[in-house]
């Protein structure tokens, strides 16, 4: 194939040519006239499985014939020669080991490093060590380091690398597969020295990054009939610019660092590049001006001296559009309607960009037009419903199962899947709205066991008390028992109560996740102990580490890829998004062990090779044909920084204006200003006019017939409320996790106060201060009735602050009248209405001449005078339904007294009812009359009618559609029929 030479021999292709079209191009070009065997002792080695992927289309799509061996780069060793080397062991295997490691020197040493960190510890450590592998450094190579200026930090990671030192010992341990590839590597390079193969090897579509991939390019380069074909190689760097290209530290974030290092390690000069096929670049004139973009610092002089000699720039961006977006939220729909219209015009695209949030929101806006993308990187495996399901299973061994933890288990699609998932759909219904109306916070197994047997569900609240009401496991166990523990409890809620299968393991998720687990089982004995928070943790790794490749049907046309899938172009469209700074590129990660001076001082990869990789995909890929670049202003409330490679371009262009830079820049904002406007045209709502302030008056007949006391004051402030709770039969629902509030509060020191008072009655001597608060400790203070020790703390001292004062007041209460009832059910009737009011009086005092002392307690302040004779009529009530008789065990003379006593800390006292300006027969005719007006049909219950203040909330606020009207708004009466 090729002529001898005593050179290396490298080729390349320029950034935006179509590089596995070209490669295949170049190589049918060269075995032209050659017997079709011929092809079939080529060695093609190529660095992804999407690239030999596309090489095999394009073979197929043609003429038939025999296809060259087509290799990965991690499956160049000689299968015979592997026979002779170690059995490598498994990534997780060494992963496992590395954290029982860090995890006994952490116990060993705490002041190294906090516990949280120990997966996050062994995950980098073994990182290190494959770069290291890679790189071919040892630990010895590390601990020569000089470190005079690191002392402290270096003791602390040299504690680190001595743990692992064994793995780097030969005889010791079996390799990992970095080392293992190494060793394969080395024993490669070993027989192409004794022996050269005399067939022709090609090493395509790799920079050189890692070391052991730039040794075997090196050695390709030299083999007989060997070559290189680098991607993207930018035949417009000048010499000069290559030369500068020698240190690390400062030019490794270049996107043609790699190249010359290679060049350098192989003696070669830019010119001694060929070009590997005729395929020129999409547009020569936006590869120049890309070229001059990215040079490495100082770049003034370079665009000052080179710009004017670019051609014109209107022409060479014709097809760049820059599309610069308010929101990220904007930036996905703008690409979503892009990669839409492409896919309706039959254009291949390709959506490129590290941003994985980016990428979902994209999917989630294209699925309203039922598109697809095809998504390289597939769902990490802890998002899918199995990983999801069981991670959230782990955590039941952490602690008492809490009401929000039941329900979302119960909720998920896998729970009891193995037989009648609806009848389980509907338990759980009535379970969550039981929790919520009872305030479970942490369910017990007993209780849940006796709703099931009132509702009918005795054998599911069986199960479910069975299956998930298991105390927390304390201490550390083996990772194996963790394992078999987690999976057989999985397992059981999964199949529920009478089945012995579920849909946990099937389908591709439950394939895949199953096919993960496994492999922890049969690695698990090289595990370390662990209690419950460290075994979710690891569980929770391991399986962030997994994808799951889309297996639903994808459109063919329309692809998300990484930034490094570029190399095998082929999208007649690219859209890079997500270009700003900190995204692409991806700022370096703080390293716990090595700084960058360290690194290079090591042999090892400086942490701007990420940003000099990202740099050349990017090259890459904004010389394709049609080119998008996207990114929002702002993200998370705060302003973005455009990509460094996008600023440059920008910069550049704005200063040649010679070279119509300004007016070309400015076309391709105007470009993508046309998409953001369809954008901002989907996404903005029909207008609608704004709800009026309602006011519904239902049928007569639908109106209430009772209500409460309490009820009135509603009925009076806020009549919708009512309608909403009493016409509609709406309920507000309580929260899951009901937090303490004022209502659990009231009705916890009424308890208080009504067993107080009972106790004294019957005995005194019972009446101080200290009995009070014994009261206080057995009801608020049990962990049963309120399960949140702050609270309870807090309570109990609220009622501490007013026990003095209370048991004072008391005594001159029952020097006036004996407490009689307590909890005191009442009816009072208007049969002309065919109307009940009920109330429930918190105590009733009698005296000796026969008269009603009523009091009613209050947490916080009492209502005044004012407001007890307009709004809150509930004592003036009461103190009417008793002289009308409408408690049935009271039969008393008058009602002497109605008082509220106030328990607001700081200022506690007693508010009395007017009676004298407000009689009870008065209050009673005032109380009919206004009944008889709320049964005229055209009466309305009108929203928010009289609250006290503006900022009062209602439960049926978002009902009545409050904040399109306001208060000052009239009422629109609507008569319902």
């Not at 590997?276 to 120049?288: C, L, M, T």
């Not at 963790?482 to 009478?498: N, T």
């Not at 990789?613 to 090259?619: G, K, V």
């Amino acid at each position: 194939m090729f002529e001898p030479s005593e050179a290396p021999r490298v080729f390349a292709l320029a950034p935006g040519v179509d590089f596995p079209a070209a490669l295949v191009a170049g190589l049918k070009q060269r075995m032209a006239g050659q017997p079709p065997e011929a092809m079939a002792r080529v060695e093609l080695i190529v660095n992804t499985t999407r690239m030999a992927r596309r090489i095999r289309q394009i073979f197929d799509a043609g003429p038939a014939t025999l296809l060259p061996r087509i290799r990965l780069l991690t499956e160049i060793a000689d299968p015979i020669a592997l026979a002779d080397l170690p059995a490598p062991v498994s990534p997780l295997r060494r992963r496992l080991e590395l954290t029982g490691l860090v995890s006994k020197l952490l116990d060993a040493q705490p002041d190294l490093a906090p516990r949280t960190a120990l997966f996050d510890l062994a995950d980098s450590l073994a990182t290190l060590m494959d770069e290291m592998q890679d790189e071919g450094v040892s630990p010895d190579d590390i601990a020569q380091l000089d470190v005079s200026d690191e002392s402290g930090h270096w003791q602390r990671a040299l504690s680190f690398f001595n743990i692992v030192q064994r793995y780097f010992e030969t005889g010791e341990e079996a390799p990992d597969v970095n080392a293992f590839r190494r060793l394969a590597l080395e024993q490669r390079l070993k027989d192409w020295e004794i022996a050269p193969p005399t067939h022709p090897v090609i090493l395509a579509g790799s920079t050189g990054s890692r070391g052991g991939t730039n040794r075997l390019m090196n050695a390709v380069a030299r083999l007989p009939q060997g070559a290189l074909v680098l991607p993207g190689f930018d035949f417009d760097t000048p010499a000069s610019v290559w030369d500068g290209l020698t240190d690390a530290l400062s030019g490794e974030d270049h996107p043609q660092f790699r190249f010359a290092r290679l060049m350098h390690g192989l003696g070669l000069r830019p010119d001694d590049i060929a070009r590997w096929s005729g395929d020129a670049a999409p547009n020569d004139g936006r590869n120049r001006l890309v070229s001059l973009a990215l040079r490495p610092a100082p770049v003034t002089d370079q665009w000052r001296d080179e710009g004017p000699s670019l051609p014109d720039l209107t022409e060479a961006t014709a097809e760049l559009t820059l599309v610069e977006a308010a929101s990220q939220r904007d930036e996905a729909t703008a690409i979503a309607l892009r990669l839409r219209q492409a896919a309706e015009d039959g254009v291949t695209a390709a959506l490129i960009t590290p941003d994985r949030m980016l990428t979902r929101q994209v999917t989630a806006a294209l699925d309203r037009w039922g598109i697809l993308p095809d998504d390289s990187a597939g769902t990490p495996l802890q998002l899918t419903p199995p990983g999801r399901f069981l991670r959230h299973v782990s955590t039941l061994f952490q602690q008492d199962l809490t009401a929000d933890a039941l329900l979302t288990l119960l909720k998920h699609p896998l729970t009891h899947s193995g037989h009648d998932r609806g009848e389980h759909l509907r338990a759980t219904r009535e379970l969550e709205l039981h929790i919520r109306n009872k305030s479970w916070p942490y369910p017990q197994p007993d209780r849940l066991r006796a709703w099931g047997e009132a509702e009918g569900f005795g054998p599911w609240a069986d199960w479910v008390a069975a299956s998930f009401c298991q105390p927390p496991v304390h201490g550390t166990h083996p990772l194996s028992d963790w394992l078999e523990l987690h999976v057989a409890r999985a397992e059981a809620i999964a199949a529920g109560p009478m089945a012995e299968d579920s849909e946990l393991w099937k389908e591709a998720a439950g394939r895949k996740t199953r096919a993960t687990v496994d492999g922890l089982r049969d690695e698990a004995g090289y595990g370390t102990d662990l209690d419950s928070w460290d075994y979710a943790g690891l569980f929770h790794a391991i399986l962030s580490q997994k994808e799951l490749p889309n297996t639903d049907e994808t459109h063919p046309e329309i692809m998300i890829w990484g930034p490094q899938e570029t190399r095998a172009m082929g999208p007649e469209l690219l859209i890079l998004g997500g270009l700003s700074e900190g995204s692409w590129p991806n700022l370096p990660g703080a390293d716990p062990w090595l700084n960058r001076r360290m690194r290079h001082k090591a042999g090892l990869l400086v942490p701007e090779r990420r940003i000099g990789l990202a740099a050349h995909d990017f090259q890459q890929a904004v010389a394709a044909p049609q080119v998008w670049l996207t990114r929002a202003m702002k993200s998370d409330d705060a302003e973005t920084v455009p990509s460094r490679w996008l600023n440059r371009l920008m910069n550049l262009m704005n200063g040649l204006p010679a070279r119509q830079g300004p007016e070309a820049l400015a076309a391709m904002k105007q470009r993508g200003a046309h998409w953001l406007a369809l954008a901002r045209a989907l996404e903005t709502p029909r207008s609608s006019p704004p709800a009026t302030r309602p006011s519904p008056a239902p049928p007569v007949e639908a109106r209430p017939r009772t209500l409460s006391v309490t009820e009135i004051k509603t009925l009076l402030r806020d009549p919708f409320h009512i309608y909403a709770r009493r016409v509609l039969k709406l309920q507000a629902l309580n929260p899951l996790q009901r937090a303490p509030d004022a209502l659990l509060r009231g009705t916890l020191i009424h308890e208080v106060l009504e067993e107080f008072v009972r106790q004294s009655v019957s005995d005194p001597a019972q009446l101080t201060t200290e009995a009070l608060l014994r009261l206080s400790t057995q009801i608020v203070g049990d962990p049963e009735v309120v399960p949140y020790p702050t609270t309870r703390h807090l309570w109990q001292a609220r009622l501490a602050k007013v026990a003095e004062w209370f048991a004072e007041t008391e005594r001159a209460r029952q020097q006036i009248a004996r407490p009689v009832h307590f909890e005191q059910m009442g009816q009072g009737e208007i049969p002309a209405l065919g109307f009940t009011l009920r109330g429930k009086a918190d105590r009733i005092d009698m005296d000796e001449r026969g008269n009603a002392h009523l009091y009613d307690y209050k947490t916080g302040a009492a209502p005044s005078e004012k407001e007890q004779l307009h709004f809150d009529k509930q004592l003036l009530l009461e103190a009417a339904m008793v002289e009308r008789g409408a408690f049935k065990e009271l039969q008393p003379r008058h009602t002497e007294r109605a008082v509220f006593v106030s328990l607001a800390p700081g200022k506690p006292r007693e508010v009395p009812a007017p009676l004298a300006e407000a009689p009870a027969q008065q209050v009673w005719a005032e109380f009919e009359t206004l009944m008889t007006r709320w049964f005229e049909p055209d009466r309305g219950y009108t929203a928010r009618a009289a609250l006290l203040k503006e900022s009062d909330s209602s439960d049926y606020d978002h009902l009545s559609r409050f904040g399109e009207w306001d208060v000052t708004d009239p009422a629109e009466r609507k008569v319902l029929s």
